[in-house]
């Protein structure tokens, strides 16, 4: 959440911080900022998006400089307000800060302050970390030391702070320097010839260089045009690694689409193309994978399998144990990551957990897979974003392959996650009971899901049409059963995270344990029947809504006949195998979400008081 880029290096800072930020507005967008020292220190902040605020301001009057800083907003602490945006200087003006992350004890420290007689300007922790950067900067005036006195001032902050932070700091005393620190929020260095580059995600950086540091949590960094140094908060030795970036920048555009949303969504063929590429072993009926770092053996001795996911991502892991129990008889507790660190679950000594997220920063998520580790299990995660934390702290890993998901709302991730998934499962299968013919049929049918995907998004112009007639309701169900009820889960997230509708996803049948009380003309179902083994029961929930008045739309399989007579709007689907069913039958439901939200005006990739990348607990 929130976006930072840091520049120092020849060219004007300015429109380097604009690009970047645009390309991280993605990450919270609610205000945005920068600071450009030059000749003096230059500070431009406005709430609202970067194009109707901030790079107005900038047009106006153009900070001069060749090293600056700069910031997308999701806020944490105060609303999205000019003063609340960041940078924050300190108690002289002369040192600046942008912050990702929340300081928790940021009271304390400022009623410290205050009592030092500090004067805030905003309702913001970051503002206090500021001051007390500054704090400890005159505190240390004159005081020689092996660092410099920027980032000692910025070291001894640090060591009074609880909470999470990825920083960037300038000062006016010493132009043509940046430093930054980071804890449990991502900081990424950028080496260019006579420049560097700071961001919290690389996204901001393809544009101007390919070779980068991941910094790790306790780094501090000190960039100058012609050196980056990198020292640890804690007094170890730094570990310092150029990693290179991998990036498709054309990936990272929305070329002829209206919205990455609709782009991402379209994309899915080629991403579960993507996901399977390498991964499949026809011969001996499993799937493969590179990056497990676990043998064969240590795979087998496994009894118990642990997820941990946030938003969709946990969706795709209650997929994933349906898939696991079905085809690896393995038993599987998908947890909240965000509860699973608190409690004090009993996992097993042979239980392997993953951490599932697509842009592997979920503080929540990383908590998890830590107190995982910390009890002494192997996590392996399942991650979009290379390079990042979850991905490098794991003991191995899947990645998705499916390229920078923009878009706020999960899409081509949730099914490249459900993909790998399978297989995984497959591969688990067939060490323990999964028979070869039935797992090569299942990898056979899974190999034709991308083309059964092209024939879905075929239905683009029915369900546009589906949209426009329901745009106006103001509570949806979606109902699934089995493999398909984490589906219906997905598809009310969808629709209310981008639409605002109030919307519920419910195992079919446990409508009648209450939320069919709901029911009446007004609020559309959105029912999964594909033809399997509980068609009948799941037409029989249908029957019930129906019979309350409830408008129904239902999406089943190719030849069905029945529910067009029973349902006010279908949608039919392919056939599959019912473990992989769900990799169709989430299409029409992003569709629905997409054009629902579109018909109602709501901004589909930057949808309100969300952000891409939820990197506070
Ligand atoms: C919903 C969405 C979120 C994320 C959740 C976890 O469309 O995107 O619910 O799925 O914040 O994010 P990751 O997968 O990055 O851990």
Redesign the pocket.
């Given at each position: 959440m929130c976006g930072i880029i840091g520049y120092v290096g020849f060219k004007e800072a300015a429109p380097v911080l604009l690009d970047g930020l645009r390309r991280l507005e993605y990450r919270g967008y609610d205000s945005a900022g920068l600071a450009v020292l030059g000749e003096q220190l230059e500070i431009r902040k406005k709430a609202g998006k970067i194009d109707e605020g901030l790079a107005r301001l900038v047009q106006t009057a153009p900070p001069q400089g060749s090293n600056g800083i700069g910031h997308t907003r999701w806020a944490t602490h105060g609303p999205p307000t000019d003063a609340n945006s960041h940078p924050h200087t300190d108690a002289s003006g002369r040192i600046v800060v942008v912050h990702n992350g929340v300081i928790e004890n940021y009271a304390l420290l400022k009623n410290r302050l205050q009592l030092a007689g500090h004067k805030f300007l905003s309702e913001t922790d970051t503002e206090v970390l500021a001051h007390l950067i500054g704090w400890h900067y005159q505190a240390r005036r004159g005081s020689s030391g092996d660092l410099h006195p920027l980032a000692q001032a910025v070291a001894d902050a640090l060591r009074e702070v609880i909470g999470t932070y990825g920083i960037a700091v300038l000062c006016a005393d010493h132009p043509g320097l940046i430093v930054g620190a980071r804890r449990g929020s991502p900081l990424i260095v950028g080496l260019g010839q006579g420049e560097h580059f700071l961001a919290s995600d690389s996204a901001a950086l393809v544009a101007h260089t390919r070779d980068v540091i991941y910094l790790q949590d306790h780094d501090l960094v000190l960039l100058t045009p012609q050196r980056h140094e990198v020292h640890r908060l804690q007094g170890e030795a730094s570990r310092v690694e150029i990693s290179r970036l991998e990036f498709d920048t054309a990936a990272a555009e929305r070329g002829a689409f209206p919205h990455f949303m609709l782009k991402e969504i379209f994309e899915q063929p080629q991403t579960v193309r993507n996901a399977l590429r390498g991964r499949l072993d026809p011969e001996e009926a499993t799937a493969r994978f590179g990056g497990l770092n676990l043998s064969p053996g240590e795979l087998r001795e496994f009894d118990q399998v642990v997820m941990l996911?946030?938003?969709?991502?946990w969706h795709a892991a209650l997929l994933g144990e349906y898939l696991m129990e079905e085809l690896a008889h393995l038993p599987v507790e998908v947890e909240y990551a965000s509860e699973f660190r608190y409690r004090n679950a009993p996992i097993n000594k042979h239980t392997l957990v993953l951490a599932i997220?697509?842009?592997g920063?979920?503080a929540d998520?990383l908590a998890g897979l830590r107190e995982a580790r910390r009890r002494g299990h192997k996590v392996l995660s399942i991650c979009n974003v290379v390079g990042s934390t979850i991905a490098r702290e794991a003991d191995g890993g899947i990645y998705l392959h499916a390229g920078p998901e923009i878009g706020?709302?999960?899409t081509k991730?949730f099914t490249a996650q459900v993909t790998v998934l399978t297989l995984l499962a497959v591969l688990l299968g067939r060490m323990r009971m999964l028979g070869a013919a039935h797992a090569r049929r299942l990898l056979a049918a899974l190999e034709a899901i991308p083309a059964q995907m092209q024939t879905v998004l075929q239905l683009r112009e029915q369900v546009r049409r589906i949209a426009h007639r329901f745009a106006q309701a103001e509570d949806f169900f979606f109902l699934g059963r089995q493999f398909n009820f984490p589906v219906a889960l997905e598809g009310a997230?969808?629709l209310k995270?981008i639409s605002y509708i109030h919307a519920e996803g419910y195992p079919a049948a446990e409508m009648k344990h209450g939320p069919i009380a709901m029911i009446d003309e007004r609020t559309p179902t959105v029912i999964l029947a594909p033809h399997d083994s509980l068609y009948e029961k799941t037409v029989a929930n249908l029957e019930e809504i129906k019979a309350r008045r409830g408008p129904i739309i239902a999406i089943g399989t190719e030849g069905d006949t029945t529910l067009a007579q029973k349902a006010d709007e279908v949608l039919l689907l392919p056939r599959a195998p019912e473990c992989l069913w769900p990799l169709l039958a989430v299409l029409p439901l992003q569709l629905l979400a997409y054009d629902i939200a579109v018909a109602r005006g709501c901004d589909v990739d930057k949808p309100r008081n969300l952000a891409k990348?939820?990197t506070v607990e």
């Open positions: 996911a946030c938003g969709t991502s997220t697509q842009s920063e979920t998520t706020v709302a999960a991730t997230l969808k995270e990348s939820v």
